[in-house]
């Protein structure tokens, strides 16, 4: 027969265990939706290059950088994307 402190050990173990099964499966939930992508496009001194061209190719998507160097795209579904930013 297990002591006391020997049953507290054991039961605090499967607790934990479900815990972090829940957690992993609540996580991989949260990736189904769609997505989006977003940044600031900079060049290689640290300035912000205004109209620079973000293309995501399986997506068909091009669009240029605003005057503060932002980009956003969103509604995307979870897929590999690659992304090209031309020089």
């Given at each position: 027969?297990?002591?006391?402190?020997?049953?507290?050990?054991?039961?605090?173990?499967?607790?934990?265990?479900?815990?972090?099964?829940?957690?992993?499966?609540?996580?991989?939930?949260?990736?189904?939706?769609?997505?989006?992508?977003?940044?600031?496009?900079?060049?290689?001194a640290?300035?912000?290059?205004?109209?620079?061209?973000?293309?995501?190719?399986?997506?068909?998507?091009?669009?240029?950088?605003?005057?503060?160097?932002?980009?956003?795209?969103?509604?995307?579904?979870?897929?590999?994307?690659?992304s090209?930013?031309?020089?």
């Open positions: 027969m297990q002591s006391p402190k020997e049953l507290f050990i054991v039961s605090l173990r499967f607790v934990v265990c479900i815990f972090v099964i829940l957690s992993a499966t609540l996580s991989l939930q949260a990736q189904n939706g769609p997505g989006s992508i977003s940044g600031t496009v900079l060049d290689s640290g300035a912000v290059l205004q109209g620079a061209e973000i293309e995501l190719k399986e997506n068909g998507i091009l669009l240029a950088s605003s005057s503060t160097g932002a980009f956003k795209i969103t509604n995307l579904h979870p897929a590999l994307t690659r090209r930013f031309p020089t």
